[in-house]
């Protein structure tokens, strides 16, 4: 699967560090989180 960046997906990350690389590239963010033991801003309850 070809991980894609569109401009829906930033648009829609919950994440809230705006200089984000991976942002809007849901595959490669959680990948990113999932090797350094940490849990993504998508995945996580929103308050």
């Not at 829906?8 to 705006?18: F, I, K, Q, T």
């Not at 990948?31 to 849990?39: E, F, M, W």
Request: aromatic fraction near 4%; charged fraction near 30%; glycine fraction near 2%.
């Amino acid at each position: 699967m070809k991980c894609q960046n569109s401009e829906r997906n930033a648009s829609e990350c919950p994440c809230d560090y705006d200089l984000c690389p991976r942002k809007g590239e849901c595959c490669a963010c959680v990948s990113y989180h999932r090797k350094n033991k940490q849990l993504p801003a998508c995945l996580r309850e929103m308050d």
